[in-house]
């Protein structure tokens, strides 16, 4: 039997194995799904229920505006560096919806480098999120901090 103590709930969330450059990705994504989200609101016909509902999807008028608090409070968060692993599970959900609801019919219809051409933001965001999930949020992040004093408080 092992002599450590497992690791806590706090920590496992916490922790990260990303360099401080980290922030860098963070900025992109948390900066690109807070606006996103916020568009949503602002212009709900272009943006947020009416797009939902011109590509099919079901309860556009409920699922325009809880995507768009989903995006704004997920990308605050990574941002910030809090709980950026689980605020990039719903993100990561978000890209994969996106994509398959609006990119794979452009593939579909015009081929390949149309649907390359009008996803490039997508991937981004897609892999952004996956790398803060897999590696965490990075040194310069509220994650750190606290992972850290977690670690102090658990050494006495």
């Known amino acids: 039997m092992s002599a450590t103590r497992p690791r806590s709930l706090l920590r496992r969330i916490t922790e990260t194995s990303a360099p401080a450059a980290a922030i860098l990705i963070r900025l992109t994504v948390g900066s690109v799904f807070l606006s996103e989200g916020i568009q949503k609101f602002l212009f709900p016909a272009e943006i947020g229920a009416g797009r939902f509902a011109k590509i099919g999807l079901p309860s556009p008028e409920v699922l325009g505006p809880f995507v768009g608090a989903v995006e704004i409070a997920c990308g605050a968060l990574v941002l910030l560096g809090l709980a950026t ?8 959900v978000t890209m994969l919806v996106a994509i398959t609801t609006t990119k794979v019919p452009i593939l579909v219809k015009r081929g390949f480098w149309a649907m390359a051409h009008e996803s490039r933001t997508d991937w981004a965001m897609l892999l952004g999120a996956l790398f803060l999930l897999l590696v ?12 850290r004093s977690e670690t102090q408080r658990r050494s006495r």
């Open 136 to 147: 965490g949020a990075g040194g310069l992040s509220l994650d750190a901090r606290i992972a």
């Open 85 to 92: 692993r689980l605020a990039a599970v719903p993100l990561i």
